[in-house]
């Protein structure tokens, strides 16, 4: 029986000893089919963890948004086959808030084996350093860009935030943070707790998470950094 390993990437510019425990690198040595998001960063990351076999001799397919479902059983062919594989994000956890993941079901409903890997999470490490609550939380991708449809969004999702205790987390455009943080500032009430968290797990990394009316003024400087954003209405 086959395995897919859901291989972990770093968040930003890192060693391998940063995002991949030494046990893990010497599993995946043997590797030599992936499916990536992009396959020049994958080639990037490969290259640090000494694979066994030469990088230009490896199979590389790539899975993303634009990718048709039909094209599914083709990538997944290489596991069927009887190789083992490893299924790479552009960043972070793959197969979580990732295309990754319709591949991940048709792995289990083959009857191979999937062995996630553990690595950097952006949203479990925003969650974490939040001090919301972390046994009920949801995470939405990215909110409306319209102003009146992003305002009226953010209520709703305070107002399940305060009616249901849970943490809701959500993620901008980069370039577009700035204007994000301060729609928040301006739409959510004094006493919800805001948390942003940027560059995680980076030498850069700025988390601050205040109620509203605690936020510090001027707030950092957002401006085309990876970030998750995280609100809590609750208890």
């Given amino acids: 029986m086959s395995t897919l390993f859901l291989i972990p990437t770093p968040l930003g510019e890192q060693d391998v000893a940063h995002w991949m425990l030494p046990a893990q690198a010497e599993r995946l040595r043997p590797l030599t089919h992936f499916v990536v998001e992009a396959a020049?960063?994958?080639?990037?990351h490969l290259?640090?963890?000494?694979?066994?076999t030469p990088l230009q001799q490896l199979?590389?397919?790539?899975?993303n948004e634009h990718t048709p479902e039909r094209e599914l059983d083709a990538l997944l062919a290489p596991l069927d086959a009887g190789?083992?594989?490893?299924?790479?994000s552009e960043a972070g956890c793959p197969a979580v808030a990732d295309p990754g993941a319709a591949l991940v079901r048709l792995a289990h409903a083959r009857?191979?084996?999937?062995?996630?890997?553990?690595?950097p999470s952006s949203l479990l490490l925003a969650l974490m350093a939040s001090g919301a609550n972390g046994q009920r939380f949801a995470f939405h991708g990215y909110l409306p860009v319209a102003e009146n449809e992003r305002i009226a969004a953010l209520?709703?999702?305070?107002?399940?935030?305060?009616?249901?205790?849970c943490a809701q987390l959500f993620i901008e455009t980069p370039y577009r943070n700035q204007q994000m943080l301060t729609v928040l500032r301006q739409t959510l009430k004094p006493a919800t707790l805001l948390t942003v968290?940027?560059?995680?797990?980076?030498?850069?990394?700025?988390?601050i998470s205040r109620r509203v009316k605690d936020w510090p003024t001027p707030g950092p400087d957002l401006h085309k950094r990876p970030a998750i954003f995280l609100l809590y209405a609750g208890k």
Wanted: include cysteine; glycine fraction near 6%.
């Fill in 155 to 165: 209520r709703k999702l305070e107002q399940e935030s305060r009616e249901r205790d």
């Fill in 83 to 88: 190789h083992d594989m490893g299924l790479m």
């Fill in 59 to 63: 199979q590389l397919a790539e899975l």
């Fill in 197 to 207: 968290a940027c560059d995680l797990t980076l030498p850069t990394q700025t988390i």
């Fill in 111 to 119: 009857g191979h084996v999937v062995e996630p890997l553990i690595g």
């Fill in 40 to 44: 020049k960063t994958a080639r990037k």
């Fill in 47 to 52: 290259k640090q963890l000494a694979l066994n």
